[in-house]
């Protein structure tokens, strides 16, 4: 069975990656990026295990456990916040929430 | 029995340190007359294993007159390295003994006395606390076989001093007078703190068997150091110049107190302690000159602003200062049996004057102003001819105690060869008796009864008894040293074994003595003439000298002097720093790094936005900036420096 | 078992927390048990004061910087652990009479909580470790200052505190990293480290500025009159009486014998500052007018002596700053005591506002009269021994610092006669709307008379502590030079 090399995993990544940076940069509907956060997170896993897979070194996969939870974290925590902004203001759009700066 | 008394002296300091706890602890549970029975049943327990003491000490030879108790439950105070060792010795010697007779003796008749004379106070009971805790501060003082005790006490006396002083804690004058008292004697005390670096520097120890033993391995310098600083805190204890102001306000004390503390003990602690040290000042006779000096000079000072005093106490407290100048002048002459035996002498007639002082006090309700008393000796006979046995004692007329001690003190001095000296300790004896018997006429002649107060019979038992025995103490106290029979300088030779300066009193001068009693007598005539006979001299007298009348009655204006110099510096430095200082720059620390905190964060601040978009972009840019920076300028830095 | 002393006041605490609010008697018992309970156990360490230390190490982080929880106690850190101890069992005790029941739960959880963050820096063997402690033990006060003592002032004080120390913290926690990244570990109490004579430098700037700013010493300690009188006294007889020994316990134990070089270097700064440090608080105390804020004022004198004693190098003085610093834990927190006692029956600190108390409260005024006397220096009180110890060790080495020094000696004894005068002297005076003073109580003797019977037992007999000081501890040693008499 023929290895499918580390370059396409890594460019499968990359690509990944900056969908999920566009998605964020330019949605304002919160869940949607959360979303594209999501997509940076895995693009990122999928580099970690593409690597751990090409050293046959454990430490990636671990790693990416590590950022499953945490992403997992992040996601119940946002959605909460989202929620919460939700229930106040009737309207979810990150633009009207500016009012939160320091 | 010998071994009973010498095992019993550790009893001598606890009896009174028992009796003030059990006063302190148990005095509101029980009447007041308890109390002061305890008060005076401690004292008097002392004073009875002192006397056997003595009658087992004295007897011995010279060389085993000095005893030292060992405590055997406590090791020690301290124990600095290399080898500096404070113990918790007694040390039992003649000159500690003479002290800690006349500290439980005079202690306990005013003792007894103040059962009555402080009766009607509402703080009786703890009168008798404070006393008795001077009593053991005092002998802890003279029986401390190194400085640090010595200071312990020395702190100790000076703190029951201020208790007592500002007894009368709601009278804001007494307050005043304890509070300087206080500070005074604390610049003493660094007198002596200072003394004792000195000789931890030099010897290695503060014991006095250890310094005393090394004299002569000191450098006369530091000898004369150690000197001066010791005599620092012997001028702010005995009220010598220049830390002489507190004494007269501390006659705010009650009666009993001004004659056992500003009379009769704690103020000839300086004494003691030029005395106790006399090895030191045998060998550094700059140091034994400057204490002559002050004496001499206080002496005589002290005598001229008694002569213009009111305030009956207040005269004899400059008499106080006055008689304590000669004890110093004769130990700084090194006469110092001389000066131990005026310090009992002078412990018998100046409590005594006190005391019948006081009995007239009590007589006429708190009055204490001669000008508002007069006539009193009908009224009050028993304590007129007390306190005229006392004036003619201290006035120094024969055969009483005065004659003796100040005679043996005058004597030395003119062998000491010091003129100025010499004059001022003779004028000042005339000084002496004419203020002392201007005191007299005025209390108890001069005309009728001036003041406005009923005047109460002196009926009470505990007050006239030890009056009348300290009065008959005044007229023979002195018989100790007669021409060519000195009991007292044999009595102390083994303490002032090797001071070179000849002891004995012995030899008897007299053609001085009878000069020196021509012009007491001469003083006296002058005080029956101004006061008595003539009393219009006094006016026109006090008309013409104005000028020096109102410098002598506000005291060479020291208080004043003094308010200026050195209060009112620190104190409105002090409110300087703590209104302008503490705001402006101990407090504008921190501020100004906040407000430089602030700052910056209100450059970053504006990139806060709030926009989260924004966040995002500049996050993109960033992380591309620094993936350009990483890939291209690191790296090819890195790749151009290889070889 | 040292660790359970340390972890000992936490789980009281704990405990307070699962009983109801409204259970004061059980929430006082508890809280009372925990702080003698602790104080029983710390006595078991007091044998091995003067011989070694007791240690417990167990793993705690690998890899390229290693550190352990490690504990230990020796000679010098068993008198802190004591003091920390001893000093809790009174202000917990003097915490019952705070006035709002509903909250009593919460402060006196605190109370237990400042004790476990002090046990833990003073046993503290680990550097990591002392850096946790040492920023740890700014929350309980601030919370304590901030949500119960609850005034605007108060709320200010907190910051104040809060802010002032956490940037000292900062420079320390740039220290340590700095200190770190050349040893590779924070195990650095028995290793010796060679360090570059400016990095000995900068990294004993970095501590000692942590250090001084906690005492505090002159010029920093802006912070401490306001948080001092601001604290309820309970807390801030542990604050003046342990807390403020952080920084010196700091000098002796870590950054003196880390960079012996660097402290003889900065010795003469040192000394400046101690020598300003008790003369500029004893003068504040002259001129303040505020009871508890003179004795705060008082403390920074004191230590100011205690820095004096160690940067005199020599084996006179350091033993004797031990015992400066258990006798001043032991006397400040007395008169802190004292003076809150005498707050909860004025109404007010403020000399002005009262006076003359002695004439209705005898008690307060003997209790007063020995805490006063011992702040002034009388021989026979641990002050003195303290203190003269200190200068006569002192003036062996700096003999020009010590002078200067000795100016305090008559300072002291005009504020500690303005405090006690001021307080209990003169007509009686109280304000207005307030009955007139009670005597002290059976409780407020009885807590306070242990505080006092210890300053007599230390200016009597200052042995019994000094010998069991190591003057030649490892710790000390490098920089100590031994006096001979010339």
């Known amino acids: 069975m023929p290895q499918v090399p580390l370059n396409l995993y890594l460019e499968l990544s990359a690509v990944l990656f900056i969908i999920g940076v566009i998605g964020f940069l330019l949605r304002r509907n919160p869940i949607t990026m959360l979303m594209a956060i999501e997509l940076m997170w895995n693009a990122g896993n999928l580099a970690f295990i593409a690597f751990a897979r090409n050293f046959i070194d454990m430490s990636g996969q671990v790693f990416a456990f590590l950022v499953i939870t945490v992403a997992a974290a992040e996601a119940a925590i946002a959605l909460a916040i989202v929620v919460m902004v939700f229930r106040r203001r009737e309207n979810a759009d990150v633009d009207d929430i500016s009012v939160m700066r320091g | 029995m010998a071994d009973f008394f010498l095992g019993a002296v550790p009893l001598i300091l606890l009896f009174p340190l028992v009796g003030a706890a059990t006063i302190a602890l148990f ?189 002569a391995t000191i450098g006369t310098s530091a000898l004369t150091w150690i000197g001066v600083w010791l005599l620092l805190g012997a001028v702010a204890k005995s009220a010598q110049l220049p830390l002489q102001t507190w004494l007269p306000d501390a006659m705010e004390g009650p009666t009993p107190v001004s004659a056992l503390i500003h009379a009769a003990t704690m103020v000839t602690a300086g004494v003691y302690l030029i005395a106790r040290a006399h090895p030191i000042y045998d060998n550094a006779p700059a140091a034994a000159e400057l204490v002559a000096v002050v004496g001499g000079v206080t002496a005589l000072f002290a005598a001229t602003i008694g002569c213009v005093q009111y305030d009956i106490k207040r005269v004899l407290a400059y008499s106080t200062m006055s008689q304590i100048g000669y004890m110093m002048l004769a130990v700084g002459a090194g006469a110092f049996a001389a000066g131990a035996f005026h310090f009992m002498t002078h412990a018998f007639f100046k409590a005594l004057l006190f005391m019948s002082a006081g009995i007239v006090i009590h007589a006429l309700g708190g009055e204490q102003d001669i000008r508002k008393m007069g006539g009193l000796a009908t009224r009050l006979p028993f304590a007129y001819w007390t306190f005229l046995v006392g004036a003619v ?49 005025l209390t108890f002649l001069t005309g009728a009864y001036r003041g406005d107060h009923e005047v109460h019979a002196e009926t009470e038992r505990t ?162 900036l620094l993936l350009f920076i990483y890939l291209f300028v690191a790296h090819g830095a890195t790749a151009g420096a290889a070889p | ?95 019952f009479s705070y006035r709002d029941l509903a909250r009593l739960r919460g402060y006196l959880v605190l109370l237990l909580l400042f004790e476990w963050t002090l046990l833990g820096l003073f046993t503290a063997g680990d550097l990591l470790l002392f850096y946790i402690y040492w920023d740890l033990m700014l929350i309980p006060v601030f919370l304590a200052l901030v949500a119960f003592a609850d005034t605007p002032s108060a709320r200010r004080a907190a910051w104040g505190y809060l802010i002032y120390n956490l940037a000292g913290g900062l420079v320390l926690l740039a220290g340590v990293i700095a200190l770190v990244l050349h040893t590779h570990t924070f195990e650095v109490l028995n290793g010796s480290f060679p360090f570059t004579p400016v990095l000995q430098r900068w990294l004993f700037a970095a501590f000692a500025l942590a250090f001084l700013i906690k005492t505090p010493v002159f010029p920093f300690h802006a912070w401490m009159p306001a948080a001092y009188t601001q604290s309820p006294s309970s807390l801030v007889a542990i604050i003046s009486g342990v807390q403020s020994k952080a920084g010196l316990y700091g000098f002796i134990v870590f950054a003196l014998p880390l960079f012996p070089d660097a402290a003889q270097y900065f010795a ?178 009885g807590l306070v008379a242990p505080l006092l019977v210890m300053i007599f037992f230390l200016g009597v007999w200052p042995a019994w502590l000094n010998d069991r000081v190591p003057a030649q501890n490892p710790a000390i040693g490098h920089t100590t030079a031994l006096v001979q008499p010339r």
Not at chain 2, 149 to 177: E, H, K, N, Q, T
Not at chain 2, 466 to 474: D, F, G, T, Y
Not at chain 3, 51 to 57: D, L, N, P, R
Not at chain 3, 339 to 348: A, D, K, N, Q
């Open chain 3, 268 to 445: 003469p700064a040192m000394l400046v500052l101690a020598v300003c440090s008790i003369l500029y608080g004893a003068l504040l105390a002259i001129a303040e007018r505020n009871a508890k804020t003179l004795v705060a004022y008082s403390s920074l004198s004191h230590l100011g002596l205690v820095l004096l004693a160690l940067f005199a190098f020599n084996f006179t003085s350091l033993p004797a700053g031990v015992l400066m610093i258990v006798s001043h834990g032991l006397i400040a927190a007395a008169l802190f005591l004292l003076v809150g006692f005498i707050e909860e029956r004025t109404g007010t600190n403020e000399l002005a506002a009262f006076g003359g108390l002695a004439a209705v409260a005898p008690r307060l005024w003997v209790y007063m009269l020995i805490a006063g006397m011992a702040v002034l220096g009388l021989p026979g009180l641990s002050g003195f021994a303290g203190e003269f110890l200190i200068l006569i060790g002192a003036w062996q080495t700096q003999p020009v610092y010590t002078s200067f020094a000795l100016f305090t000696v008559v300072l002291a004894a005009v504020y500690a006669l303005r405090l006690l005068q001021g307080t209990m002297h003169g007509p009686l005076r109280v304000p207005a709307d307030v009955p007139p003073p009670r005597d002290l109580r059976p409780r407020e003797l």
């Open chain 2, 463 to 624: 007050m006239t008894v030890p009056v009348a025995i300290l009065a008959v103490l005044s007229l023979i106290g002195g018989w100790i040293v007669l021409p060519h029979h000195d009991e007292l300088s044999f009595l102390l030779r083994s303490t002032f074994a090797d001071a070179p300066f000849p002891q004995s009193m012995a030899d008897f001068n007299g053609w001085l003595s009878f000069g020196v009693l021509l012009i007491a007598l001469a003083g006296i005539a002058f005080a029956w003439v101004a006061y008595q006979w003539r009393p219009q001299i006094a006016a026109a007298l006090h008309r013409s000298l104005g000028g020096v009348h109102a410098l002598l009655t506000n005291a060479y204006y020291f208080d004043t002097i003094y308010h200026w110099l050195f209060e009112w510096p620190v104190l409105a430095l002090a409110q300087w720093l703590r209104d302008a200082f503490e705001v402006d720059a101990v407090d504008a620390l921190p501020a100004l790094a906040l407000r430089a905190g602030a700052y910056f964060g209100s450059l970053s601040n504006r990139w806060e936005t709030g926009y989260l978009r924004r966040y995002g972009l500049t996050f993109v840019v960033g992380a591309a």
């Open chain 3, 1 to 95: 078992m040292i660790s359970v002393l340390v972890f000992l006041p936490a789980l009281f605490a704990l405990a307070l927390l699962c009983v109801p609010r409204a259970n004061a008697s059980l929430l006082k018992g508890i809280a009372l048990a925990g702080a003698l309970g602790t104080f029983a156990l710390s006595c078991v360490l007091l044998p091995v004061a003067p011989a070694g230390a007791a240690q417990e190490v167990s793993d705690w982080i690998h890899g390229a910087v290693g550190a352990a929880y490690h504990v230990r106690v020796d000679g010098i850190s068993v008198w802190f652990v004591l003091l920390t101890t001893f000093l809790t069992v009174p202000a917990v005790w003097a915490a």
């Open chain 2, 27 to 215: 005095g509101p549970y029980v009447q007041r007359s308890a109390s002061a029975f305890i008060g005076c049943l401690s004292i008097g327990l002392s004073f009875l294993l002192t006397v056997g003491t003595s009658f087992v000490i004295f007897p011995l030879s010279p060389a085993q007159q000095t005893l030292y108790t060992h405590s055997k439950f406590v090791g020690y105070w301290a124990h600095l390295p290399p080898d500096l060792i404070i113990g918790f010795r007694l040390l039992i010697d003649p000159l500690s003994l003479l002290w800690m007779l006349i500290i439980t003796g005079v202690g306990l008749l005013i003792h007894v006395y103040s059962v009555s004379y402080m009766a009607s106070d509402k703080n009786y009971r703890t009168f008798f606390a404070y006393m008795n805790l001077f009593v053991f501060t005092m002998l802890l003082l003279v029986m401390a076989d190194n400085f640090l005790w010595l200071l312990v006490g020395w702190g100790g006396v000076g703190l029951a001093s201020y208790l007592l002083i500002g007894f009368y804690y709601d009278r804001p004058v007494a307050v005043l007078a304890a509070r300087k008292a206080l500070i005074m004697n604390v610049i003493g005390d660094v007198g002596i703190m200072l003394a004792m670096f000195l000789m931890y520097a030099h010897v290695g120890s503060v014991s006095y068997q250890n310094v005393f033993g090394h004299v």
């Open chain 2, 393 to 441: 004692a201290i006035a120094g007329i024969f055969p009483f105690a005065g004659f003796f001690s100040k005679d043996a003190i005058i004597d030395a001095v003119l062998k000491l060869h010091h003129p100025y000296l010499f004059v001022f300790t003779v004028v000042a004896a005339g000084l002496t008796a004419f203020y002392m018997f201007r005191l007299v006429f």
